[in-house]
């Protein structure tokens, strides 16, 4: 079982920056995948940046140059840097982890709201 702690969320103004955080109950190093998803009202749930195993990071094409991912090892957590907000990025944004082992298996923060708005 993974515990994830997400923070960071709240209102921003457009052009403004966010930074969520998401700490892992368990070794960053025992998992492989580790990102964010978004889901807005009336919307799909899609993924906003990851990192896949192997190390590379995906972003969906609406946040690559404004959003960036990165991960502290020794604290377990992965950020995302929000810059540039638009208020199309209004969601509720998940931490997604997924452990691949004798079966795969996939976890989910309690999400953070992330409302960007004048």
């Known amino acids: 079982q993974v515990q994830l702690v997400e923070s960071g969320g709240g209102l921003v103004q457009p052009g403004g920056s966010l930074r969520l955080s998401c700490a892992a109950s368990?070794?960053?190093?025992?998992?492989?995948?580790m990102g964010w998803y978004r889901q807005a009202p009336g919307k799909q749930r899609e993924l906003v940046a990851a990192f896949t195993s192997g190390g590379r990071t995906n972003y969906t094409d609406s946040v690559k140059g404004r959003f960036t991912i990165s991960r502290d090892n020794a604290k377990n957590t992965v950020y995302l840097q929000m810059n540039s907000l638009k208020p199309e990025d209004t969601a509720v944004y998940y931490c997604?982890?997924?452990?691949?082992?004798?079966?795969?298996?996939?976890?989910w923060g309690q999400g953070t709201q992330v409302t960007v708005s004048s």
């Open positions: 997604n982890v997924v452990r691949v082992g004798v079966g795969r298996y996939e976890y």
């Open positions: 368990v070794s960053i190093f025992t998992i492989n995948a």
